[in-house]
């Protein structure tokens, strides 16, 4: 396309010239205009490539002053016309950079040579600003930060991440010393960092940042980085600077340690609750055996007094196997909708009867707060294990606040908490606060900074357990000698649920129905079929799932009720109901564990009715179970259909 060109000459003859020649050459004379101030005017409405300016001009302003007006507002190449070549002008003329001058007379050759260098020149800068533009757009918006130096390590340019990371400004840091911009030292000895730079500088190679570098703010800010060094040579293969590249790493290292730590909770999980799930079994025969023989020898037994103090010892470990199961989300609960503050209020009562009256408890709760959906007595557990441990750590005095609030929580804010509305208790203590040496390991089971015999070490293990099972968390925060917060989020309930079936308070009579009775561990099983057998049940047993279908299958008669453990080897309940059930008479179902690892044994719609018995259980328990669940009238009873 032919070039656009704008004449500013106040002699109409050499305008009218200048016209004709330029049309002849080829390009689009856009206007002549005889005064600069019009000049000015015309370039923004006609947007020419290129204006030829005589210097001298009548009017307001001259030539140099109208090309100065037009370079500041428009950047658009000027070519002065003039036949006056004074030192004085000359050096007039070159404040406003000309890209040529031709003197007054000239030929069509000069005047071609010089329009088309001037073309060429304006293009070629206007690429490299765009070019300029585009490497400074992206090193600004990208995330990490980037310093750039000239050959002697002094500072030419710094993105928006590198000013805020250094806490210097671009404009500040401009031709200092990388050095005091880059201030870095090793995390652990405090020692000085090589700069990476001054390696680049002397071997010019790549170099990368040694591990456990802390950057030091201008403001004294310390922030963990990683980061790289580059050379950069120019097309001679001379070196002309250093980039270098580097980022603040500590949200990295908080996500990779609450990875660590929530892999390492598994862990600790999976193995507590496969112990559960063995004590618990070991726990069954010793209760019910104990009370078997209680009920055998009497209370005048001589006996009696020893066998009363084992009973008594295999509940508190089976309330210990209850707190692991509840580490580790095992435990089955019974929930409900609750309203939060109001289960803080019944609390309240207890509460301070616990910590005792040297202690102040205040109670803030957030009116309208809404509801949660879980066990009401593991919620009294979370705020029981929370206030002795606050008492605990305030010593012989100190001020305790429990508050209730609702809290929106974002997308990514509490690693591993999704995005919604959470109902928050938050207890606070001003007592000695959490060691920085133990941070890391206070909801581990077990451990505990108490003295010996003080404390088990599950309190906070089995609060950590409860608030992950509901689908919330639990964070803290803690100051040496100001206390401790700790912050429990609990998901808002989003409709009804139904709390499992309690016991009944009376005693159930045997029957004569036909039960049948699957466990492997073959003192639970032998243990279980003394029990229903004394109450005059009929008990087929089997040791795992698929003898259980063979049983059923080879049964002549009804089978009345499964009483099944939900682990077992070769096939376990989920796959066995699901084959076993045409052989049922009435499709009810207890379920016996130790711990499980299934959220859902039958599947959704399955018309199997089932019914939970946590282990250790207890005989009463046992029996009162299996008869509530033969009386009960809610599903019709279903005649067995199978041709045995």
């Not at 002549?32 to 001009?57: H, K, Q, S």
């Not at 600790?268 to 069954?284: C, E, P």
């Amino acid at each position: 396309m032919a070039a656009r060109i704008l004449v500013v000459e106040d002699e109409p003859v050499v305008a009218l010239d200048l016209r004709t020649r330029l049309t002849r050459m080829g390009y689009i004379v856009s206007e002549t205009v005889a005064r600069g101030e019009d000049a000015v005017e015309f370039v923004g409405t006609l947007c020419p490539n290129l204006i030829l300016m005589d210097i001298r001009l009548r009017g307001v302003m001259d030539g140099i002053s109208a090309a100065e007006e037009i370079r500041k507002r428009y950047g658009l190449p000027v070519i002065y016309l003039t036949a006056h070549a004074d030192e004085a002008t000359v050096d007039r003329a070159r404040t406003t950079e000309p890209f040529g001058y031709i003197l007054k007379p000239f030929d069509e050759r000069e005047l071609r040579t010089v329009i088309e260098m001037a073309l060429y020149k304006h293009d070629a800068e206007r690429k490299l600003r765009e070019s300029e533009r585009r490497y400074a757009t992206t090193l600004s918006s990208i995330g990490d930060a980037v310093i750039a130096t000239d050959p002697k390590g002094r500072v030419t340019f710094m993105n928006p991440v590198a000013e805020k990371l250094t806490g210097w400004s671009l404009a500040d840091a401009l031709d200092t010393s990388l050095d005091n911009v880059f201030n870095i030292c090793h995390e652990d000895t405090r020692v000085t960092a090589e700069n990476p730079i001054d390696r680049v500088l002397t071997e010019r190679v790549i170099v990368g940042l040694a591990n456990h570098v802390i950057l030091i703010s201008r403001d004294g800010k310390e922030i963990p980085i990683d980061d790289c060094a580059a050379p950069i040579f120019d097309d001679r293969g001379t070196l002309s600077g250093v980039v270098l590249v580097f980022r603040d790493v500590s949200e990295a290292r908080r996500m990779n340690e609450h990875l660590r730590h929530s892999q390492k909770m598994e862990a600790v999980g999976q193995l507590a609750g496969g112990i559960a799930h063995d004590f618990n079994n070991m726990l069954t025969i010793i209760l019910n055996y104990t009370e078997l023989l209680l009920n055998s020898a009497g209370i005048d037994h001589p006996w009696s007094t020893f066998l009363a103090e084992i009973q008594r010892a295999g509940m508190r470990s089976s309330d210990l196997t209850r707190q692991l199961l509840t580490f580790c989300r095992q435990q089955p609960v019974a929930a409900q909708i609750v309203d939060l503050n109001e289960a803080v209020l019944k609390t309240e009562q207890m509460l301070r009867r616990l910590i005792g009256e040297n202690f102040t408890l205040t109670v803030r709760l957030q009116p309208d707060l809404g509801s949660v959906c879980m066990d009401t007595g593991q919620l009294e557990r979370i705020l029981v294990n929370l206030s002795i441990n606050a008492r605990d750590a305030m010593g012989a005095q100190g001020r305790l606040l429990i508050e209730t609030l609702n809290v929106e929580v974002g997308t990514g804010e509490i690693p591993d908490l999704p995005k919604g509305t959470y109902r928050c208790l938050r207890v606070k203590d001003n007592g000695s606060g959490i060691p920085n040496a133990v941070r890391d390991r206070i909801f581990e089971p077990f451990f505990t900074t108490k003295e010996p015999g003080k404390g088990t070490g599950l309190g906070l293990a089995s609060v950590y357990g409860i608030v992950q099972q509901c689908g919330g968390c639990i964070t803290f925060e803690s100051t040496a000698g100001q206390g401790t917060t700790f912050i429990v989020y609990l998901p808002a309930a989003t409709g009804s649920t139904s709390a499992d079936p309690r016991l009944r308070s009376l005693p159930f009579p045997g029957g004569t129905e036909t039960i049948l009775l699957v466990e492997d561990e073959s003192t639970v099983r032998k243990l279980s079929r003394h029990i229903l057998c004394e109450c005059g049940y009929t008990v087929l047993e089997a040791k795992n799932g698929a003898e259980a279908i063979e049983i059923a299958r080879q049964h002549a008669g009804h089978i009345d009720i499964v009483v099944t453990d939900i682990v077992m080897p070769i096939m376990g309940a989920k796959k066995m109901l699901q084959l076993i059930q045409p052989y049922l008479r009435r499709n009810k179902v207890i379920l016996l564990s130790g711990y499980s690892d299934e959220d859902h044994i039958t599947e959704p719609g399955s018309p199997l009715n089932t019914t939970f018995i946590q282990k250790p259980f207890s005989i009463a328990e046992l029996t009162k179970t299996v008869r509530r669940v033969l009386d009960d009238v809610s599903e019709s009873p279903h005649a067995d259909t199978h041709d045995h």
